[in-house]
Every structure is written in structure tokens, then in C-alpha cells.
């Protein structure tokens, strides 16, 4: 599933609009879309004829969800989420102080939103996205930093400028680096602003550009999606979606980087950059494992990071992490400080390989130096640190081998299959 999210600084640039024509030219390439309606306005919502309280208002209301909403047009689902005034800050406020509404809002805005679709678009109201940014846990679930991020502005030169400190704002927040877009709507003079945009990228590092002109006919629009015009950049925006050219966008939309096998021990060990060994737990896999490092020595300098807790030995060129990193594995209180620790390892093993020409670097294992908390998702938590580990480490080193050792305890380490090039079960 993959989630795109609109907003921008200021009202009536046709973020709304915008959102529609996308999932409109998404569907007609055979996808399955739903929209989120995130917007204090609900004009989404009205347009589909949702006329009941969002979902956010009926959990704080501790109302019994019968599903009013969430309607279908045209094929495409619509979800309210807000769409009753300003009572959000209340109601955000409210969620922060009682977990219970919390997981209820969660579980049924996941359910809702991950039934068999393909695309999740977020219509995010600026002063929303702002509130839920300093709420990390809320965040994380309702905007995830896993998201492409569209930032909508109009062509007025006071527009743009507070647009940029905008994207510079909430884009500190994101701090995976995941990919994000700017893009001019009604724009009046198209060469113009594709100039603008060309300096408006340089300055933010977005990852895509586009300027919209002015339409004329969205003025003659009635609210029946089957008649709403769409224009060519915003085809070619779902184009982008659906075939993703860069590989920041392949990297956040597809589970699978690469194709992944399952190997025998010892197959693929030569040409790919990172690999996950699965070994029995218990160290049931220690003479196997240690046979795969043997045939990796071969390759570069094999460099062993490890927990000071892991007693058995594999060859000299050992490292332990620091203390402090120890610690912090435990004090983890939402996403942002899972990315952190996974930078601050990267920067723990950078260090060590500062005068290695050739290094393979072995973390041995994942459950010593991973993180350990019950701020979020297990899941996730793995999933999103060792990602983020890894780009962090491969960025900075793209010569780089990693390889990860994995205990294999109560299937721990089926969620990293998809992060890593190679799986090779011991």
C-alpha cells in the first residue's frame, strides 16, 4: 500500500481538487484508491456524500462506528477523518491523554484504510499536519513518515516563500529523508514558474517538480467526480506513481527493492549489498554461520560489531557498541528516536571502518542491537531501524557488505525479509 499526501501552508490553492484529480487518474489505471479527507472543510467528504461525524469526532465522542464515515464514489473510497470544524485541536488533544482512544482511532482507521488498496491519498489540512507533528506516536500513524509528501502552492511569490519555510519545517520531521514533491498550482504563467520550480528544487532537494496552469473549466465543476476535468501534469504525476523512475521513490513504495530468494547457505553471497542471515536460536547455527563469515573474509576485512552480552567469538577483528547506544536501544519514546539510533549505529560503525580499505561488516545479532521498547509497532520498529540503518551506512560508504545475523526466535526475523537484498537461512 502506498500513501501520498497533499497539504500545503495555505488555503484555496485547490489542494482538494488535486487530490480528487489523482485518485480519479489512478483508478482509471486499475488501481484501488482511498481517500482520507484530513481537511477541517470536508469538502471531499461532501462531495461523497458523507454527511455524519468523521472518524475522529466518533472515537473522542465514543460513539459506535457504523461505518457513516466512509462511502464510495465512483469506485473510489472516501473516508472522513475530520471535516467538523475546528473541535480537532480538542480532539487531538484528547487522544494524547487517553492511549484507549488512541488505539481505537488507530485500529479502525488501519482497517479501514489497508483493505485490499493500493494507494491511500491524504487530502492534510496544514494547521492539522502542524498539531500532529508535535505529537509523534499520533503522527506516525495518521501521516506516516513513510509517505510521499506533496506540497501544493499557488504562483504568488509570498505564497512560495512561506511554502518553502514550510517544507523546511515539517520536512526536519522526516527525517528518514524519505522523497517529496512541490508543485504550482494554478499556475498563469506556466514557463514562469517551471523556472521557479527548477531553483524551488535546488533549495528544498525535492525529489519532483510540477506546475499546473490555470483551468478554467474547474470553475464550471458541480461536484460529480465522473465530470471533473484532469490535466496532463497531474496524468503524468499518476504515471510517475504507478512506474516510479527514481530510486528514492522505488525505495519508499515497494516493499521489495529487490527481488528477493530464498538461498541456500553460501548462494548469492558475492554480488549483493546487504544480506540477512537467519540462523537457529539457541546457537544452533554457530558452525554454519561461522563457515558463511570464513567465505566472506575472502571478499574484504571482515569487521564483527556486536553486544558486549554476546560472548562466543569469531575472529579478532571484533567491535562492541558503545555503552551509551546500549542504553539508548531502551529509552526509544516514538519513530523519530528509532531513526536516530539507527543514524548513531551507522555513525558508531562508520567510525570503526575510517582506515578500512575493503570492509564486510557482520552485526551479530539483531536482537542485541536492535531496538528494545514498547513505544511502537514491533514490527515497525525493526522494519523502519534497520531501513534506515542501512541507507544511512550505504550512503555514506557504497562500497560497503552488510550482513546481519539474525536468531530466528518466534519467527523474529520474518519482518526484515523484505528490507534486506538476500536472505540465507542457516
Not at 570464513?294 to 574484504?300: D, P, Q
Request: proline share 5%; net charge neutral.
Amino acid at each position: 500500500m502506498r500513501v501520498v499526501m497533499f497539504t500545503a501552508i495555505k488555503g484555496g490553492v485547490g489542494v482538494s481538487t488535486l487530490v480528487l484529480m489523482l485518485a480519479k487518474a489512478l483508478a482509471k489505471r486499475g488501481a484501488k484508491v482511498t481517500l482520507v479527507d484530513m481537511d477541517v472543510t470536508g469538502y471531499i467528504s461532501g462531495i461523497a456524500g458523507i454527511h455524519d461525524k468523521g472518524l475522529l469526532a466518533q472515537v473522542v465522542d465514543g460513539e459506535n462506528l457504523r461505518g457513516t464515515h466512509i462511502n464510495k464514489v465512483d469506485g473510489i473510497q472516501v473516508l472522513k477523518f475530520l471535516g467538523d470544524g475546528m473541535r480537532f485541536f480538542d480532539d487531538i488533544e484528547k487522544l494524547r491523554r487517553v492511549p484507549d482512544l488512541l488505539n481505537k482511532l488507530v485500529a479502525e482507521y488501519s482497517t479501514a484504510v489497508s483493505s485490499g488498496y493500493d494507494y491511500v491519498i491524504i487530502d492534510a489540512a496544514p494547521c492539522f499536519l502542524e498539531l500532529v507533528l508535535k505529537n509523534p506516536f499520533i503522527s506516525y500513524w495518521l501521516t506516516p513518515p513513510a509517505s510521499f509528501r506533496i506540497y501544493v502552492t499557488d504562483d504568488k511569490k509570498q505564497s512560495i516563500s512561506a511554502t518553502i519555510r514550510f517544507i523546511k519545517r515539517v520536512e526536519d520531521y522526516f527525517t528518514a529523508s524519505y522523497p517529496f514533491a512541490v508543485l504550482i498550482n494554478k499556475a498563469h504563467h506556466l514557463e514562469k514558474s517551471i523556472e521557479v520550480l527548477e531553483e524551488l528544487r535546488e533549495d528544498v532537494e525535492s525529489t519532483l517538480t510540477l506546475a499546473i496552469p490555470f483551468m478554467p473549466e474547474l470553475l464550471r465543476f458541480s461536484g460529480r467526480l465522473d465530470k471533473l476535468p484532469t490535466s496532463d501534469q497531474i496524468e503524468a504525476l499518476a504515471d510517475f506513481l504507478v512506474s516510479p523512475p527514481h530510486v528514492e521513490i522505488v525505495r519508499y513504495f515497494a516493499e521489495e527493492v529487490v527481488p528477493k530468494e530464498k538461498y541456500e547457505s553460501g548462494v548469492g553471497l558475492y554480488t549483493d549489498k546487504s544480506i540477512l542471515l537467519v540462523a537457529p536460536p539457541g546457537g544452533g547455527g554457530t558452525r554454519s554461520l561461522s563457515s558463511v563469515l570464513t567465505r566472506l573474509s575472502h571478499e574484504g576485512e571482515l569487521v564483527v560489531i556486536k553486544n558486549q552480552f554476546i560472548e562466543r567469538r569469531f575472529y579478532s577483528n571484533e567491535f562492541i557498541v558503545s555503552p551509551r547506544y546500549n542504553f539508548l536501544r531502551f529509552e526509544i519514546k516514538n519513530i523519530n528516536d528509532i531513526y536516530r539510533l539507527a543514524k548513531r549505529l551507522g555513525e558508531e560503525v562508520l567510525r570503526i571502518l575510517t582506515n578500512k580499505r575493503r570492509p564486510v561488516v557482520v552485526l551479530i545479532n539483531e536482537a542485541e542491537l536492535g531496538p528494545e521498547s514498547p513505544c511502537c509497532d514491533v514490527i515497525t520498529q525493526k522494519r523502519e531501524f534497520w531501513r534506515t540503518f542501512l541507507r544511512h551506512l550505504l550512503e555514506n560508504r557504497p562500497e560497503l557488505r552488510v550482513v546481519l545475523v539474525c536468531e530466528d526466535a518466534t519467527e523474529r526475523c520474518e519482518p526484515l525479509g523484505n528490507v534486506f537484498e538476500t536472505v540465507v537461512r542457516l
